[in-house]
């Protein structure tokens, strides 16, 4: 519906777009960058791109720790100039690419609260948490662990993908089965691509 190229899609995201107020966009292909670029100076708003405005978004996953008590660790470190010192915080949140958002609400509310801390930045990194996005239920039956469950309601190509790839930094896709359901619109032969051989799939 918004174009069959980046850039056109780009153009109609980018309605959204106020005058004189600033936006943060995440990381994008240079034809798009000048795409936001051109709308944000047409309406005076500043305009911020996370690669541009971090020098480092980094993450790292504690395998260990999930396998102990199914509990996984996604640390995060961002470095930018608006910061006097670097973002650390651990997130519930999991995958690379929730490093990148973290990084996008970070800069967004020192743009807004030039005066708040790290501390707290890093506190609401911690406490974020988004049900169905990777959401981990691990349960008890009369001191019985039974098997950890995880929701996800990626139904996209790319987010698929990255579902799967978070689950295979943390759990053994071999001892695994995945459930998968979806509206008859989405694009079930691609996404059938990113399942892993290994797993066990029910439809």
Not at 26 to 31: G, K, Y
Not at 36 to 57: L, Q, S, T
Not at 94 to 120: R, Y
């Amino acid at each position: 519906f918004l174009g069959n190229t980046l850039e056109k899609i780009a153009t109609e995201k980018a309605g959204i777009i106020k005058e004189n107020t600033p936006v943060i966009v995440a990381r994008q292909p240079e034809s798009v960058k000048e795409v936001f670029r051109k709308i944000a100076n047409e309406k005076n708003a500043p305009i911020y791109f996370i690669d541009e405005v971090f020098n480092e978004i980094k993450s790292e996953y504690s395998v260990l720790n999930c396998l102990e008590n199914h509990t996984p660790t996604f640390s995060i470190s961002l470095k930018s100039d608006i910061f006097d010192s670097p973002i650390i915080t651990n997130m519930k949140l999991l995958g690379d690419f929730q490093a990148e958002n973290a990084a996008i609400a970070a800069f967004a509310v020192k743009k807004l609260i030039p005066t708040i801390s790290n501390e707290i930045i890093e506190q609401g990194l911690l406490k974020a948490k988004l049900p169905g996005r990777f959401e981990i239920i691990n349960l008890e039956q009369s001191n019985k662990k039974l098997p950890t469950i995880i929701l996800d309601g990626a139904h996209t190509v790319n987010s698929v993908k990255h579902t799967l790839k978070t689950f295979k930094q943390y759990f053994n896709s071999e001892e695994s089965v995945l459930l998968f359901a979806c509206a008859a619109d989405k694009d079930v032969n691609e996404i059938s691509k990113a399942f892993n051989d290994n797993l066990k799939v029910y439809l």
